[in-house]
């Protein structure tokens, strides 16, 4: 990566997703394909679709594995974001809060199956990182 695409706002060396430690393989096509459903299950039922498939692959495959994670803390974080937003929407801010976290979780969802069909080690901005 260059300099300047670091100074343009693109993600630095320590930010970028990387494969596990003993293989430089690609993924599978079989691996992708739960990795993708995990994002697509986040982005379209929230935290249970990621966890199950998470919960079901995880030993079969490190990319499995790595994104299952990823898109289960991706929903975690975007729960308690529902839960703040529910919070305050007695003052109103809730109200704008809750299509704002629908819109992140669609698109973002959208974004990491794309990333991880294609065989990328993706990571969502703004996840907090709950299951290592």
Known sequence: MTDEMNDAG?????????????????????????????????ALIGFLGPLIVWLIKKDES??????GKEALNYQITLAIGYVVAMALSCAGIGLVLFPILMLLQIIFGIIGAVKANNGEWYRYPWALRLIK
């Open 62 to 67: 490190p990319f499995v594995d790595d994104q």
């Open 10 to 42: 693109g993600m630095g060396p320590e930010e970028q997703p990387q494969a596990p430690m003993g293989g430089g393989e690609p993924p599978s096509k079989d691996a992708r394909t739960f990795a993708m459903l995990a994002h697509l299950l986040g």
